[in-house]
């Protein structure tokens, strides 16, 4: 299947800091791609989705201001955590969805930790 | 809104036994389902889909759906499990079909099979 990667996989920051996560669809064209976030045990939370060449939609509930969003062209989306706190610590992951197809590739996942 | 349930938190299996994990949906359109594993320390993966056609799908690893439209579910079982299908699974939709289109997933089960 398609592949889409993530980076870092991994980040410890201190609080205040702002943290930027990529995501890259590195064999497909992905016109939209998804942000989640996944807490401990949990489901997958839609916090937006990215569509290239657009501003972000992001889901109710979710700051756009503190999660600011990205698509700067078909293969790239990136998400930056702007002056984190530690509730923002938590998985981040995203996804991506080709021109042709209604199926999600999902990117390894990313954790951030803010102290 | 759209909403996707899966009432089974957590399943606990000895290995051979059958396995069925309820996923029902909100939505009165058309919808593309989905079922997504993620296996301990590992990113999400695509188990089946259905988009159209017969209701029956095959997916990877011995899995199979049915996809019964007038109860809106969409059940996942497998006649034997392994220890290896420990992991958590999600039930996913997206209303329509469009690359734009969100997909919504469940809260999750998880399935422990004990060797």
């Known amino acids: 299947g398609a592949v889409v990667s993530q980076h870092p996989s991994w980040v410890i920051c201190k609080s205040g800091t702002s943290v930027k996560i990529e995501c890259r669809s590195l064999?497909?064209?992905?016109?939209?791609m998804f942000w989640y976030r996944q807490f401990p045990k949990q489901s997958l939370m839609l916090m937006a989705t990215s569509n290239e060449g657009s501003k972000a939609t992001y889901e109710q509930g979710v700051e756009k201001d503190k999660f600011l969003i990205n698509h700067a062209s078909l293969t790239l989306s990136t998400l930056t955590v702007t002056s984190a706190h530690p509730e923002d610590s938590s998985f981040y992951i995203c996804s991506a969805r080709g021109r042709n197809t209604g199926e999600l590739f999902f990117g390894e996942g990313s954790r951030l930790t803010v102290l | 809104a759209q909403s996707v349930s899966q009432h089974n938190h957590h399943v606990i299996l000895s290995e051979a036994a059958s396995l069925e994990l309820g996923c029902n949906y909100s939505?009165?359109?058309?919808?593309?389902l989905f079922w997504y594993v993620q296996y301990p320390g590992q990113h999400l993966q695509l188990l089946l889909k259905y988009f159209s056609g017969d209701p029956l799908v095959k997916g990877i690893k011995g899995f199979e759906a049915e996809f019964i439209k007038s109860k809106f579910s969409f059940n996942l079982r497998k006649p034997s499990v392994q220890w290896s299908d420990t992991a958590e699974y999600f039930c996913?939709?997206?209303?329509?079909?469009?690359?734009?289109?969100?997909?919504?997933f469940g809260s999750g089960t998880r399935l422990s099979i004990r060797p």
């Open positions: 996913a939709v997206t209303p329509g079909y469009s690359s734009a289109s969100k997909i919504i």
């Open positions: 064999d497909f064209q992905a016109t939209t």
């Open positions: 939505y009165g359109g058309t919808v593309n």
